[in-house]
């Protein structure tokens, strides 16, 4: 019988790369979705038709219990989130609901509907779960690359609510035996990036300008680094952490780091522009708090796992600008039905 899965946060960047993932590798995926007529499900739904959707909100403990109960999953994939770290400044308590409190709506949910109680051990026939865990935990950082023994010191909302949903994956294995595992995956980027985080308003950005749609760029911090790779890449990781005979938490990144002014040079240049030409900075953009540099120590997950990301940043970097120049030429804009090609 296929394995079935179950992900919420299907509509996002990580759902659709993870979904086509297991449908690949043979899986029977469904997808929790929320809202009444959300149109991200449409969109979703045009890319993989072979998810089936399962309604329910993070918010929402009973619609939990309802999905988990419906679907049976032997894995389950939690990666709905309230994601976007500014956000999380101007509406810290819903990031609180839902990017933690909605970790601990989930785990209660696989707990009760598979009947586990405290001290039992991480059997077979149990539901896996895996929790999407950040970076962003690592905030101001007290080494240099980080790795799965570095302390957190978030810098935002978002960051300490990802802390929370981490420490509670990890005391649920702890205090009942459930194979729950976090997988702290460093900036990962696609085509099908939200156009909020900086990699795709800057792919969007060259893409305007090239094809003559804007005369400028406005970004903020360009002195940031971030380790950025690529997310089908980081998908991969995160299934074979469910598959691991052990349940263990794994840093996932590529080890190198590049600043949001190397990213704007790189975007650029593959379009054959110069970015001094065009980028402005713009105060209003930076953050209460940075994190003014991430870096992955990823040697765990290669030497346990065999993980090991394919797509290198330029590779990245020209891949979304590619991709932003045929979305906008086609005619293609931003509403949430076209922003994916
Ligand atoms: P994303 O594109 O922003 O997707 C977030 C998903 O969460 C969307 O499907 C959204 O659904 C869903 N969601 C929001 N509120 C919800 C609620 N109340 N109930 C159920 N679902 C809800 O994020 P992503 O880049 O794919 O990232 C996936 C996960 O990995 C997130 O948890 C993120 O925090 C984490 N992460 C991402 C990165 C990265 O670089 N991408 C790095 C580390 C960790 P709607 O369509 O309904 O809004
Ligand atoms: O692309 P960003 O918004 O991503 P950020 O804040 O690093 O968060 C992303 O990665 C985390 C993993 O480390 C995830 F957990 C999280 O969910 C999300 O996916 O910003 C990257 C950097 C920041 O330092 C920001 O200050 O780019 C800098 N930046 C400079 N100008 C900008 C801009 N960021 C955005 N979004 N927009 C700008 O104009």
């Known amino acids: 019988m296929a394995r079935r899965a179950l992900i919420t946060g299907i509509t996002g960047q990580d759902g659709s790369y993870l979904a086509e993932y297991l449908l690949e590798q043979g899986y029977e995926v469904w997808g929790l979705?929320?809202?009444?007529?959300?149109?991200r499900v449409s969109r979703m739904r045009k890319l993989l038709s072979d998810v089936r959707v399962v309604r329910g909100d993070l918010l929402d403990q009973g619609s939990l219990i309802s999905a988990v109960e419906r679907v049976q999953p032997d894995e389950v994939y939690n990666l709905g989130a309230i994601s976007f770290v500014p956000m999380s400044w101007e509406q810290a308590e819903l990031t609180a609901e839902v990017t933690g409190m909605g970790v601990l709506r989930m785990l209660e949910a696989i707990r009760v509907c598979s009947g586990v109680s405290r001290g039992a051990s991480t059997g077979s026939?149990?539901?896996?779960?895996?929790?999407?865990?950040?970076?962003?935990?690592?905030?101001?950082?007290?080494?240099?690359?980080?790795?799965?023994?570095?302390?957190?010191?978030?810098?935002?909302?978002?960051g300490v609510a990802k802390a929370y949903g981490h420490f509670l994956t990890q005391n649920y294995r702890e205090s009942y035996g459930m194979f729950a595992v976090s997988g702290i995956l460093f900036n990962h980027e696609s085509p099908r990036r939200g156009a909020e985080f900086v990699t795709r308003k800057v792919s969007l950005g060259v893409a305007r300008i090239k094809l003559g749609l804007a005369t400028e760029l406005r970004l903020g911090n360009l002195e940031a680094r971030r380790d950025w790779g690529f997310a089908g890449d980081y998908v991969k990781a995160m299934h074979l952490m469910l598959q691991a005979?052990?349940?263990?938490?794994?840093?996932?990144?590529?080890?190198r780091m590049k600043s949001v002014r190397e990213l704007a040079e790189a975007a650029f240049s593959a379009a054959g522009l110069d970015w001094e030409?065009?980028?402005?900075?713009?105060?209003?953009?930076?953050r209460p708090a940075e994190v003014d540099l991430l870096c992955a120590d990823p040697k765990k997950a290669r030497v346990q796992l065999g993980w090991e990301p394919n797509v290198a940043f330029d590779e990245l970097v020209a891949l979304m600008v590619e991709s932003d120049l045929k979305l906008l030429s086609a005619g293609g804009d931003l509403d949430q039905d076209s922003s994916w090609p």
């Open 277 to 286: 030409r065009y980028v402005v900075t713009d105060q209003t953009l930076h």
């Open 245 to 255: 005979g052990t349940p263990e938490d794994y840093v996932i990144g590529t080890g």
């Open 33 to 39: 979705a929320r809202g009444q007529a959300n149109p």
């Open 125 to 158: 026939g149990q539901i896996r779960f895996y929790q999407a865990s950040s970076s962003e935990m690592f905030g101001q950082v007290s080494e240099t690359p980080q790795n799965e023994r570095t302390a957190f010191h978030p810098r935002s909302p978002y």
